[in-house]
């Protein structure tokens, strides 16, 4: 059983991407740990048209620690298998009415009327050749405003949030991938 199936079971929408990578685990692994997601131009654009911070370092609006994830809680790790992010919010609204500075009982216990919570994962599992490196977003809302109004603001995003996706992963993908100096 992974992470994202112990933190959120129940969801309404949920969008996978993976991609073959061609080193192993442990090197994938060091990769998805190292990569710097906001050094994408297209994450860091997207992502701050949102509202959202993503990246390493302390985020002053945030209670993400130094190596964090920006407005995302690191909720679980499982070391060369599964790293598991959350976030809370009116995602529909322009600036993703983000519910900052839960802890992970807190966001575990959410479950706020007119309110969606989201958990996001990167999982890895050995392949032929490699590794599968993949990532799943859940997404569980609450009331029938919320469901409404976010499967409307999902048809828009869904392509972008994808975009961002298999960016990450072509970025994991590329460092596992760079031979050893």
């Known amino acids: 059983m992974m992470a994202i199936d112990e ?3 129940q969801y309404q929408v ?3 991407h993976s991609v073959l990578v061609h080193a192993s685990v442990e090197k994938t692994y060091a990769a ?3 990569a710097e997601f906001s050094n994408l131009s297209i994450v860091r654009g997207l992502m701050r048209l949102r509202g959202y911070r993503i ?3 302390r985020n002053p609006q945030s209670d993400t620690k130094p190596g964090g994830y920006g407005s995302f ?3 679980a790790t499982v070391p060369q298998r599964e790293v598991l992010l959350g976030i809370a919010g009116r995602f529909w609204r ?3 009415g983000i519910v900052r500075g839960l802890t992970s009982a807190e966001f575990a ?3 706020r ?3 969606a919570k989201a958990v996001w994962n990167f999982s890895l599992a050995p392949s032929d050749g490699g590794t599968q490196l993949r990532t799943e977003t859940r997404v569980q809302t609450f009331g029938r405003s919320a469901t409404v109004r976010f499967r409307m603001y999902w048809i828009f995003v869904r392509p972008f949030s994808g975009m961002i996706r298999n960016a990450m992963l072509n970025q994991v993908k590329r460092l596992a991938e760079q031979p050893v100096a």
Request: charge should be negative; proline fraction near 8%.
């Open 7 to 9: 933190w959120l079971p």
């Open 14 to 16: 949920s969008s996978c």
């Open 32 to 34: 998805l740990k190292n």
């Open 55 to 57: 990246g390493r370092g």
């Open 73 to 75: 809680l690191e909720l």
């Open 94 to 96: 322009p600036d993703g």
């Open 109 to 111: 216990d959410f479950h």
């Open 113 to 115: 009327e007119g309110y």
